[in-house]
């Protein structure tokens, strides 16, 4: 089992920079895929960005150039580092892992969830 814990969130205004981070507990080394979603209110939970354990990224058309995954092994722990925020990126935003190599950023692709972090971006 793997359990996953997010923190960082907060609120900022629009252009600021937020750094999400995510802790990873239990048997890390069957996991070779983690990622970063949200779900804004009213709206289905949508992929940010994934990292495989070999370090190789990728992100939704929607953030990038703006958000960077990044990823401590030894440390076991994700970051999300979020900049020139947007009001539009409001949300909670969710760390997730899977055992599996990274194929995409469908929430059924990934079996462990962390509860989330609220993320709240003001005009």
């Known amino acids: 089992q793997v359990q996953l814990v997010e923190s960082g969130g907060g609120s900022v205004q629009s252009g600021g920079s937020l750094r999400l981070s995510c802790a990873a507990f239990g048997y890390m080394y069957s996991v070779d895929c983690m990622a970063w979603f949200r779900q804004a209110p009213g709206k289905e939970r949508e992929g940010v960005g994934n990292i495989n354990s070999g370090g190789s990224t990728s992100y939704a058309d929607s953030v990038k150039g703006r958000f960077t995954i990044s990823q401590d092994s030894a440390k076991n722990m994700l970051y999300l580092q979020l900049n020139s925020l947007k009001p539009e990126d409001t949300g909670m935003y969710y760390c997730?892992?899977?055992?599996?190599?990274?194929?995409?950023?469908?929430?059924?692709?990934?079996?462990?969830w962390g509860q989330g972090t609220q993320v709240t971006v003001s005009s």
């Open positions: 997730a892992a899977d055992s599996r190599w990274c194929s995409g950023l469908r929430q059924n692709e990934y079996r462990y």
